[in-house]
């Protein structure tokens, strides 16, 4: 499973951004895998932000996230979202899509896409 995050950028504290993440897979495929948000800020460990089961149904997020944050996906596209609202300075960081058969904040995903980096100003 091959992905390819997009939509990174440099937003004002308060704003909104969306991110993207397009996997080169079949739909079959695509369809079997929960997806991932994940996020690492300069300094610190990488942690989860968000994932949705391969439906769309399930969906979890971190605390820090919730209530702000909206994860998505789209399976005619194979592409997942993630829709970043009332944006914080510690929202900075490299954002990773991941895939993965499971759902769940304690799963280390099996594929990773690139990172694309998202920087809030305040």
């Known amino acids: 499973v091959q992905l390819q995050a997009s939509g990174g950028g440099l937003v004002q504290a308060g704003g909104s951004l969306r991110l993207s993440c397009a996997a080169a897979?079949?739909?079959?495929?695509?369809?079997?895998?929960?997806m991932y948000w994940l996020r690492q800020a300069p300094g610190k460990e990488r942690e989860f932000v968000a994932a949705?089961?391969?439906?769309?149904?399930?969906?979890r997020y971190a605390d820090s996230v919730k209530g702000r944050f909206t994860i998505s996906r789209d399976n005619a596209k194979n592409t997942v979202y993630l829709q970043m609202n009332s944006v914080k300075p510690e929202d900075t960081a490299v954002y990773y899509c991941?895939?993965?058969?499971?759902?769940?904040?304690?799963?280390?995903?099996?594929?990773w896409g690139q990172g694309t980096l998202v920087t809030v100003s305040s």
């Open positions: 949705v089961s391969w439906n769309g149904v399930s969906t």
């Open positions: 897979v079949s739909g079959r495929t695509y369809n079997s895998y929960a």
């Open positions: 991941a895939a993965d058969r499971n759902l769940g904040p304690g799963v280390s995903p099996d594929y």
